[in-house]
């Protein structure tokens, strides 16, 4: 939309006014600033005119003291056209003073007294707010204040772009700083402060690792209390506050400066160690965990109560242990964890090859609670022929996790932490729904097809397990004689009552049942004869040797003859090799099943083979048809 003239005459004399005024009640309201601060550097009693002559190093020198240095509001303002950079301070007694320096002269002096850690963020943040980069500029940083101490000063403004000006203020910001970074508790940093901490340490170490000034000049520590819950729980929160100020105070008093502590939980504390000038080595890091170790477990006494703490210690170092904030603290976590299986009240430095079994499962329960809702859990389907003509008759659904970083990995790797989870439950529904669904696509090119799922043991616990496994073949119009549910020994072999209820009740709605890995568990053969299983698969293991030992052969053979009466459809599994093939064959085994076939292929896949399968069955069929003709008499 195009605005009027006469609108922007108006709109510009009114900004230009705002400007105006707005830089008009800043004079009024600091213009003695300087000029009490030069009076101040002088000895000089009186006031003295706000206009002083001075050079333009003491221009600078000015601008710094005063302006930066200064507790209270500075004013600030960047003409583009001229470059000129402009702050307006006031002194204790209300004078107002104004000094002009180049852009750059402004950003030199304002570096030379930035803090080392803040210098990069500082030179970046105002050079891209000057080119335009940003609309706004708002950023902390620390700056030289009297004797050798920092303060935290926040740095905010804003283009007006129509009069090619930038204007902002410059405020304290220790106190706001210092509250927000602060553990009330233990007076120490807080998780925060140790963010900000390690972060400005990792860009120096990482700026002179690349110049190779120093190696391992930063170290990360992690300390937590051991058995720290105890206290609290028989003792009272109280004296688990108690404990942990006096454990802050001890750990300060060890550090003497060498480096700066945190409380960055419950009872878990982090240390930074730095060096500027040399390498921190392990020797030396070593000996300060030891004295931490020794210092913490003295008795701490409350209310004449002798408290007797300790703690576990991890150790990382930059970069051979990680190059990263976030790689770092893992290490220092995964060393710390390390010492507490070792026997606690000792310390460890990370090694690689250090499994932290506790943040592992922790990672691996949140990343499993998400899996299948963000649909990362897949069927695989191994196939499953008939030995005497290699034909295509049954496949077993193989469940898969697609992890986006972890990579494919098979359920029995993480079976046991689903159980633990208590997700078996929905998992396994999940897997049977989908086999089914698959199941109505493959059986109409083979519409004998058999469907093999495998189950967990507390899938069998659950009463309603049967009914919802009706329901889903219900609503696929699946016959229920075409899915064969898979389970192990141990579990068929239950002597709980749930557990052989529901059998019954599978059995009931014709679902088969197949014993999977017969001959690894402790089954005897007159078992079978009580149980409603329907079928059973050879172990692999029984099936590896059997074309090379003689004993395997044997044991194999022996197998099949007593199953054979009882009337159960027999499966070998892990069949590689055409000798393997030929020998069950010859013994009468009926199924096959492993990579000499097939390995497991997705459900897409999966419909390329069989219609492959069954032209190459076609195929041979018509060509035995044509030899029978040949040899036909005439």
């Not at 600030?76 to 000094?99: L, P």
């Not at 003509?389 to 494919?408: I, T």
């Not at 009463?463 to 219900?474: G, N, R």
């Not at 698969?537 to 003859?561: G, S």
Request: charged letters at 25%; hydrophobic letters at 40%.
């Amino acid at each position: 939309m195009q605005i009027p003239d006469n609108e922007k005459v108006a709109l510009d004399q009114s900004t230009s006014e705002e400007v105006k005024s707005m830089w008009a009640w800043l004079k009024s309201r600091v213009k003695r600033m300087l000029t009490n601060a030069a009076s101040v550097e002088n000895g000089c009693n009186g006031s003295i005119s706000s206009s002083i002559e001075m050079t333009e190093s003491e221009i600078k020198t000015a601008l710094v003291k005063t302006a930066l240095l200064s507790i209270g509001d500075k004013i600030w303002c960047y003409d583009k056209n001229s470059e000129k950079f402009t702050i307006e301070v006031c002194s204790g007694t209300g004078a107002i003073s104004q000094y002009s320096v180049s852009v750059n002269e402004a950003i030199d002096c304002v570096s030379c007294l930035v803090h080392p850690d803040d210098q990069a963020q500082v030179n970046i943040s105002c050079k891209s707010f000057i080119r335009m980069d940003a609309r706004n500029i708002a950023i902390e940083f620390r700056v030289g204040y009297v004797r050798n101490e920092w303060r935290w000063v926040s740095l905010s403004g804003t283009w007006i772009p129509e009069h090619a000006k930038a204007c902002g203020v410059v405020r304290d910001a220790d106190e706001k700083r210092r509250l927000a970074e602060l553990d009330e508790l233990t007076g120490l940093g807080n998780r925060r402060a140790y963010n900000l901490n390690l972060e400005a340490k990792l860009n120096r170490a990482s700026a002179n690792s690349a110049l190779s000034l120093t190696n391992s000049n930063l170290v990360v520590i992690y300390l937590d209390l051991d058995k720290f819950k105890q206290v609290n729980d028989t003792l009272g929160h109280q004296y688990g506050d108690k404990t942990l100020k006096e454990t802050a105070l001890r750990i300060s008093t060890v550090l003497e400066g060498m480096g700066q502590a945190f409380r960055i939980g419950g009872d878990e504390f982090a240390i930074v160690l730095w060096s500027e000038c040399g390498e921190l080595n392990s020797i030396h890091v070593g000996n300060l965990c030891q004295r931490l170790l020794d210092e913490i477990k003295k008795p701490i006494f409350h209310d004449g109560i002798p408290i007797v703490m300790t703690a576990s210690i991890g150790i990382a170092r930059f970069p051979q242990d990680g190059s990263t904030g976030t790689d770092l603290e893992q290490a220092a976590d995964s060393a710390m964890y390390q010492a507490k299986r070792d026997g606690r009240n000792t310390f460890r430095l990370y090694k690689k090859g250090i499994i932290n079994n506790e943040r592992e499962s922790f990672y691996l329960e949140s990343a499993l609670r998400r899996a299948l809702p963000l649909g990362e859990f897949e069927l695989l389907f191994q196939p499953k022929v008939l030995l005497s003509d290699r034909s295509f008759v049954g496949r077993e659904a193989l469940m898969r996790w697609k992890h986006p970083r972890w990579g494919s990995r098979s359920v029995e790797s993480i079976v046991k932490a689903i159980e633990s989870m208590d997700l078996i439950h929905d998992f396994g529904l999940w897997a049977i729904e989908a086999a089914v669904v698959s199941h109505v696509d493959v059986s109409e090119w083979v519409p004998s097809l058999k469907t093999s799922i495998n189950i967990s043991s507390l899938q069998l616990l659950k009463s309603e397990f049967p009914s919802q496994v009706w329901k889903i073949l219900l609503r696929e119009k699946v016959d229920p004689s075409s899915i064969e549910l898979e389970l192990t020994e141990t579990v068929v072999l239950s002597e709980s009552n749930e557990v052989r209820a529901t059998l019954r009740e599978l059995r009931k709605i014709g679902v088969k049942l197949v014993i999977d890995d017969f001959g690894k568990g402790y089954s005897s053969l007159s078992y079978l004869r009580n149980l409603p299983v329907t079928g059973v698969k050879i172990d692999k293991i029984f099936i590896d040797n059997i074309h090379k030992d003689v004993e395997a052969r044997r044991f194999v053979t022996n197998m099949l003859a007593l199953l054979r009466p009882l009337g159960l459809s027999v499966t070998a599994e892990g069949i590689e090799f055409e000798a393997q093939a030929s020998i069950l064959k010859d013994l009468g085994c009926e199924y096959g099943q492993g990579y000499l076939f097939s390995r497991p292929m997705t459900s897409d896949r999966e419909l390329l083979w069989v219609r492959d399968e069954l032209e190459r069955i076609d195929l041979r069929e018509k060509c035995a048809h044509r030899t029978d003709m040949v040899s036909m008499p005439l």
